[in-house]
């Protein structure tokens, strides 16, 4: 498809995926939401792409929904609603299983739906200087429903009930010592350190590897801890069976450098 609220760009197996609607703040709408779900499922498809940036153009990552989209979800009945909750679930959903890693580089805002698309991400990289953080949903009479799933997972219920019932903005240090964010980095460094990021495991990293560690981290959620050793043992039998695995092995074995 045709993109007007982002840009698409694949080199050295990095896909870029930017939110570009810098004078809205990167504020999501219906289109915004499209337009991601087919950036990422291309990402997934393409068998050139390794790894997956998501970033943003302007002074923000993403400031949540667009006022304009706000009004019009507004009128909406139910069966509307649900269907558009639907598309971002399954944006967040896609986001959260791709079978490849997803760094977020976040400068600026990063505020309700814009945090949800963070905390989705495998890996966050935060501008010390300006990202900041929130689920300010409860602010005007919504919830962050969707995303909840995933942010207990990422940093645990007592941290996730107090960001979301407070609705408080926090700022990278914060984020980065309740879990949210994984690095923190200069302003100027920030392109730099997530290209860096990329590039490294382009260049180390398995990606039938890392594909399965993600089904695996997706799945095992909700098991008995039986069910989840025995998915997990079953997985790591299959694994080994993989021509990654194989190629990786020998060339341990040999103490020969191997080319992922």
Not at 36 to 42: D, G, K, Q
Not at 68 to 82: E, G, H, M, P, T
Not at 130 to 138: I, L, P
Not at 163 to 183: C, P, W
Request: charged share 25%; net charge neutral.
């Amino acid at each position: 498809m045709d993109f007007t609220r982002i840009k698409y760009q694949v080199e050295k197996r990095i896909c870029s995926i930017t939110l570009s609607r810098p004078e809205k703040h990167n504020a999501l709408d219906d289109r915004m939401i499209t337009e991601m779900s087919s950036a990422f499922l291309a990402a997934q498809k393409d068998s050139e792409v390794k790894v997956v940036l998501l970033k943003a153009e302007g002074e923000s990552f993403c400031s949540g929904a667009d006022l304009a989209y706000l009004q019009q979800i507004a009128q909406y009945d139910f069966q509307q609603n649900q269907q558009d909750s639907n598309n971002l679930m399954k944006l967040f959903q896609q986001i959260y299983t791709l079978r490849k890693p997803v760094i977020a580089i976040v400068h600026g805002a990063a505020l309700a739906g814009g945090c949800g698309l963070a905390t989705v991400c495998d890996i966050v990289l935060a501008s010390r200087e300006t990202a900041k953080f929130g689920y300010t949903e409860v602010k005007i009479g919504f919830i962050p429903a969707i995303v909840m799933v995933f942010l207990v997972r990422r940093i645990g219920e007592a941290r996730a009930r107090e960001l979301t019932l407070r609705g408080n903005i926090i700022k990278a240090e914060e984020a980065y010592q309740i879990g949210l964010v994984n690095h923190v980095v200069g302003e100027t460094e920030l392109e730099e350190a997530g290209q860096r990021l990329a590039e490294d495991i382009v260049k180390n990293c398995s990606g039938a590897s890392m594909g399965l560690i993600k089904e695996l981290l997706a799945r095992i959620h909700g098991m008995s801890t039986s069910d989840a050793l025995d998915y997990a043992s079953n997985l790591n039998a299959l694994t080994r069976m993989t021509e990654d695995c194989k190629r990786g092995v020998e060339a341990f074995l040999k103490k020969e450098p191997i080319k992922w």
